[in-house]
């Protein structure tokens, strides 16, 4: 097997998760993706959803990437992002609270609501459930 | 001349106002200390989007062009003033202030709007008839992403909508504790950074004009999250020298007390023994 590639998440406040790993995949705007070690350099956008690292130990690890992208160059992965949340890390009353705010907005449309707002919360809500395996 | 007890309340009254100061002035730099290790702890996220930045602008666009890099022909301002909440900061507030006021210039309050950070930029501007449509205050030494994001969508949906040409950010640089530079920068429209990267080339997927308008809006949020950063620990950095040397004016103040007490007491009792040496002279 090719050696593991370096992998880095980086957000505004800190840099979360600095290791090696042997496969990601992850979602970006158009669609999921999936990389394995000595890709070639690209840049992806990513859409708000989970992303999976498997480590080269065998384990699997999944956590809840708010958007950003994705840097590769020379086997070394950067992901940047505003905010990366791991599942222990998720408040799920909160977030299944957040979820049904959003859902009841998005059904009403009054006209002082900000759709896309509404939206974005909902998918940030969607995704903590998600990741935290709560549906 | 001051009676020795109105000496005394005095002094009581310096020292205690120098046991304030000097836990100001612990507070201040305890907080600072932390607010420049969050501010260099963005510091690897903003170079990875300015790098990204650079790798799209190096690369072939076509002839797609985003919005937030097209110079039009500037009608109305945007200024993001961010200040702090608290005053007791030495000439932090009127520096913003001072800056703010010569940024605007003379334009009419229909050729700018404001977006203040900070109780202090809120009020002091507002108190100079100036008109301030968004204000956000409460968090001026702890600001976290979420405020910048908060700031940066409603300049964006001004310039989107083409309410405004431009938008300029006046923020204080922290250079180190005792130095702190108001400054004012453009954020928008975004200049191309022209400084080549050599390398390989880059894939962009989905394409490098969707990736381009993604990296964008990033590039801005964590332009104003360093600003708000950088004023913060200015803020704090100015309150700490300011409360410094209040806590040293009071010691010297303090000082200068006690000896014209001593000197009154000494007096007093000077007073007191040739009254009884003559008190006593006088009977033989």
Sequence with gaps: MAEPMTLTIITPDAVVYDGKADFFVGRAIDGEFGILPNHAPMIIALDIAPLRIDHPDGTQHELAIFGGFVEIEHNKVSIVTPNCELPESIDIDRAKRAKERAEERLAKRTPDIDVERAEHALARALLRLKVTKQM | ???????????????????????????????????????????????????????????????????????????????????????????????????????????????????????????????????????????????????????????????????????????????????????????????????????????????????????????????????????????????????????DNAGELIESLGLQYNKLRQSSITNEISEIVGGANALR
Excluded at chain 2, 68 to 90: H, M, Q
């Design chain 2, 1 to 247: 001349m001051a009676s020795a007890q109105d000496l005394r309340k005095r002094i009581k009254s310096v020292t205690n106002t120098q046991q304030i100061t000097k836990a100001m002035k612990m507070v201040a730099s305890a907080r600072l200390r932390r607010a420049q290790g969050k501010a260099e702890a963005t510091r690897p996220y903003a170079e990875k989007v300015g790098q990204i930045l650079r790798h799209i602008s190096n690369s072939d666009l076509g002839d797609y062009s985003s919005p937030l890099l097209e110079v039009r022909p500037v009608k109305r301002t945007c200024y993001i003033v961010i200040g702090a909440d608290k005053g007791l900061a030495g000439a932090f507030s009127s520096n913003v202030l001072k800056k703010t006021i010569e940024e605007i210039g003379t334009k009419s309050s229909s050729d700018y709007i404001l977006i203040a950070s900070g109780r202090k930029p809120i009020e002091n501007l507002k108190s100079r008839g100036y008109h301030v449509n968004y204000g956000h205050s409460g968090y001026s030494d702890k600001p976290s992403y979420e405020h910048a994001r908060l700031i940066m969508s409603e300049a964006l949906s001004l310039y989107e909508r083409q309410e405004v040409d431009e938008v300029i950010m006046i923020f204080t640089r922290f250079v180190n504790s005792m130095t702190q530079i108001a400054q004012a920068e453009r954020i928008l429209p975004l200049e191309q950074p022209d400084d080549e990267v050599k390398g390989e080339e880059y894939d962009f997927m989905p394409s490098a004009a969707s990736v381009l308008d993604a990296v964008l809006p990033k590039y801005l949020e964590i332009t104003v999250y360093n600003g708000l950063l950088q004023s913060a620990a200015s803020e704090l950095g100015a309150r700490m020298t300011a409360m410094t040397s209040a806590t």
